[in-house]
């Protein structure tokens, strides 16, 4: 199998809804750092020439020392930008030129399945942008600032869309180079290929793949790492 594959692994935030008072991507989640899942389960796959990790900058000269039980052939460290989005773009231009597929992950989510990870670089090497995404099951309806409803809103086609997301190379940057043109931010990658017409497919997601944002999400993510895909 070609190794063609470039990781950028987003860690740059400082994670204060998490509270604890540390790095919400160094705090410890079924039985090992959250970072540390996510950069584990990429080099694990013959696909992945390299992982980026971007970091705070504080951090990237003084790295907690776990992150080196990984293949440190197939890691570089990266500086987190001011948004999500300069880190992505910092983390793009620290992945050797000749990988064709670039995967976008957030550290937030460390239970990240192999599955998932192939329906979204199958996606990009077809030509499309991929993203996981989770139908939404749960009534959605629309408020104002008050909490009076404004709408109800028709769940048919909703998703919750997830990382990782996986793109050819040079569909990612051109669609963060348009963005930074354009002084745009975005929380999903996605997104920014949308903005320019590019195909974007959404693939089956996980329920595994939890988002930890708040102190509770440690334990639910805790309880998910037990059950089987």
Do not use: Y
């Amino acid at each position: 199998m070609t190794a063609d594959v470039g990781v950028v692994v987003v860690a740059g935030g400082s994670g204060s809804r998490a509270g604890a008072g540390e790095l919400k991507q160094f705090r410890w989640v079924s039985g090992k750092p959250m970072l540390l899942h996510s950069l584990q389960t990429f080099q694990r796959r013959p696909d992945v020439a390299m992982v980026v990790v971007v970091l705070p900058r504080e951090h990237v000269g003084d790295p907690p020392p776990w992150l080196f039980q990984c293949d440190t052939d197939r890691l570089l460290l990266s500086v987190g930008g001011r948004h999500r989005s300069d880190s992505v773009r910092n983390g793009l231009e620290d992945l050797a030129e000749d990988l064709a597929i670039v995967v976008i992950h957030d550290a937030a989510r460390p239970l990240v399945t192999d599955e998932t990870i192939d329906r979204v670089i199958g996606e990009a090497r077809k030509g499309n942008g991929a993203a996981p995404g989770i139908p939404v099951v749960d009534t959605i309806k629309r408020v104002d600032e008050k909490g009076s409803v404004i709408e109800t809103i028709d769940r048919t086609g909703i998703v919750r869309i997830q990382t990782p997301q996986a793109f050819p190379r040079l569909m990612i940057e051109r669609a963060h180079a348009e963005a930074r043109a354009a002084n745009l931010t975005a929380t999903d990658d996605a997104g920014l290929c949308e903005r320019l017409g590019f195909p974007t497919i959404v693939v089956a997601g996980s329920e595994k793949a939890l988002k930890i944002t708040h102190d509770i999400d440690f334990a639910h993510a805790e309880a998910l790492s037990m059950l089987r895909e």
